[in-house]
């Protein structure tokens, strides 16, 4: 039997995660199904489906969207001909698209533009690879994390940049780094870590649960890149790791010699499906947090979605011709309304 179980912190939603999905919560409550979404609005089973019971239709081509049709792009980023594209097509576009991966966009298109041969390292068909590759991709190169980089030949070996996919383990970043600041002299980098603070963060708890548990568990989808990362991550230290998408998901025997075992979750996984898992292991003395930092960055609603429902507020308080007094806007809460609310309100 189990004795106990560590659980990470931080574990879960991320803030990108938090504002995407409290966006496409706005969108199902605004409008009149179905809304549209554009890829998974996050790479998660249980939350795209909790969204399509509320009548979202996720595409994976804007061709698929009816015209004049309200449209949310996810939080992975587009490629700039689909934003182009949904903008012609649907009645209303909301691009819920992490900071922190407009942020990679921005030094994409600003090293291209320089001149630059840019070594992007990242997963092929990943949703936000895929996009950050079409900003520029004549200047993009799309190596693996675990892919060598002898075949490469820059135009020009003293012109070289290296930006990352977010969600990347550190050690997978750090190693094609130092590979490629060993061939390229001068190699140019982001002016701030290309790695989301919350994937780093969580690989770094993942790696002190790995240091106390027999066995760890991670909740969260196989297409989420920063989910599979912390399973490697674990593996990498040493301790027999697995994903799970439920509790139900579980091997017994996995946890037939676990005294302790860790749990964690993916930026994407709710933590209603954490609290599971710890039920069905049935720890003897319950769980004990294991902290490595506090998290309290905040990304705002997307300012399209911001101005969409300040007109939207303004325009029922000219109908009545006084706003209420004392009625709050529906963004005057938004920090402190959390995505778990949010899941919460569509059921």
């Given at each position: ?181 060993d061939r390229f002299v001068g190699l140019q980098t982001a002016r701030r870590s290309d790695l989301c603070y919350a994937t780093t963060n969580r690989q770094e708890a993942v790696k002190s649960l790995a240091g106390g548990s027999d ?48 749990v964690t979750a993916g930026a994407s996984a709710p933590d209603h499906l954490v609290q599971e898992v710890i039920e069905r292991v049935a720890p003897r003395d319950g769980y004990r947090l294991l902290s490595v930092t506090d998290e ?52």
């Amino acid at each position: 039997m189990v004795d106990h179980v560590l659980l990470a912190e931080p574990r879960g939603f991320c803030a990108g995660v938090e504002m995407a999905i409290k966006a496409l919560t706005w969108m199902v409550r605004v409008f009149d199904p179905p809304v549209y979404c554009y890829h998974e609005i996050v790479h998660n089973r249980w939350v795209v489906g909790a969204f399509e019971h509320m009548g979202v239709v996720f595409v994976d081509d804007i061709a698929s969207v009816p015209a004049g049709a309200p449209l949310m792009l996810s939080a992975h980023g587009s490629a700039p001909d689909v934003v182009a594209a949904a903008a012609e097509r649907a009645g209303v576009v909301i691009d819920a698209v992490c900071p922190l991966v407009t942020k990679v966009h921005h030094e994409v298109k600003r090293m291209s533009q320089q001149g630059y041969d840019i070594i992007y390292v990242g997963h092929e068909g990943h949703d936000e690879a895929t996009g950050t590759i079409a900003v520029a991709p004549d200047a993009m190169h799309l190596v693996e994390p675990n892919q060598s980089l002898d075949e490469y030949r820059p135009r020009d070996q003293s012109k070289v940049a290296l930006l990352a996919q977010t969600t990347l383990g550190l050690h997978e970043w750090e190693t094609v780094l130092e590979s490629a600041q060993d061939r390229f002299v001068g190699l140019q980098t982001a002016r701030r870590s290309d790695l989301c603070y919350a994937t780093t963060n969580r690989q770094e708890a993942v790696k002190s649960l790995a240091g106390g548990s027999d066995v760890i568990l991670v909740v969260g989808s196989a297409s989420s890149s920063n989910t599979q990362a912390l399973v490697r991550v674990a593996r990498r230290e040493g301790t027999p790791t697995y994903r799970v998408d439920s509790a139900s998901q579980i091997d017994d025997d996995w946890l037939d010699d676990a005294r302790v075992v860790g749990v964690t979750a993916g930026a994407s996984a709710p933590d209603h499906l954490v609290q599971e898992v710890i039920e069905r292991v049935a720890p003897r003395d319950g769980y004990r947090l294991l902290s490595v930092t506090d998290e309290d960055e905040y990304f705002p609603l997307p300012r399209q979605l911001r101005g969409f429902l300040t007109a939207l507020q303004s325009a029922v308080e000219g109908g009545f011709g006084a706003p209420v007094p004392g009625q709050p806007g529906p963004l005057q809460n938004d920090r402190s309304w959390t995505a778990t609310e949010a899941l919460a309100d569509l059921k």
